[in-house]
């Protein structure tokens, strides 16, 4: 049997839609997780659910990639952006595990904001990946892409707050720790979301 070189392009972007859903399922999972003040082994093992369907999603992707002779987009775009959508994923189910192991409240009002605001960068995600493949609407997939921009410079500001703050009024060392490193962790999630707009947007310019 000879290699099937017929492309099927429609596909890539309907998995990357996939991936970018899924994380925003996550994200809004773990929004009302921190809102509650819940992340119990049940919460935990939800993140995790989620981020492993993330990775089949990639593993799809690449053996898509692997399978398929033209591709819509440059190969190496879909590769990184459908890594950087996991890398996203990943962070928010560290965060998870780590609350989880230092046995820490949750609901910190600092670190609510943050996790707000990657939800919504994550919803922005995916608007702008859902309307890539749409060139009547390049335009959106750009605004979307520039909101997750501000979100991620807002998100620097909250996490500048939160560190002041905490070294402040907390006097425990270990806690000082914890929460730094949470922190820390929550802004990196943002960092990788305007990562993946900042490709998408590359993108656009490519194909525009």
């Known amino acids: 049997m000879g290699i099937n070189f017929v492309p099927k392009e429609e596909k890539f972007f309907d998995y990357l839609n996939m991936q970018a859903e899924n994380l925003l399922k996550a994200a809004s999972f773990f929004k009302t997780a921190v809102k509650d003040g819940v ?119 909250v996490r500048e707050k939160a560190i002041g703050h905490l070294f402040e009024t907390e006097k425990d060392p270990m806690a000082v720790i914890k929460w730094k490193e949470i922190y820390e962790t929550a802004e990196g999630a943002l960092d990788n979301c305007e990562h993946v707009a900042k490709l998408i947007e590359s993108i656009l310019v490519k194909h525009g």
Do not use: W
């Not at 994923?89 to 904001?113: C, H, T, V, W």
């Open 39 to 157: 992340l119990d082994e049940g919460e935990v093992r939800k993140m995790s659910d989620l981020e492993h369907e993330g990775d089949t999603l990639g593993h799809e992707i690449t053996d898509m990639l692997n399978r398929t002779f033209i591709t819509p987009i440059d190969r190496e775009d879909i590769y990184t952006l459908s890594n950087g959508l996991d890398n996203v994923l990943d962070l928010l189910n560290a965060m998870a595990g780590r609350i989880s192991l230092y046995k820490i409240n949750p609901a910190d009002e600092y670190f609510a904001q943050l996790v707000d605001l990657i939800d919504q960068s994550a919803a922005a995600l995916a608007g702008a990946v859902k309307h890539m493949p749409d060139t009547k609407r390049q335009r959106r997939v750009l605004d979307y892409c520039i909101e997750v921009n501000r979100l991620e410079n807002l998100g620097d500001s």
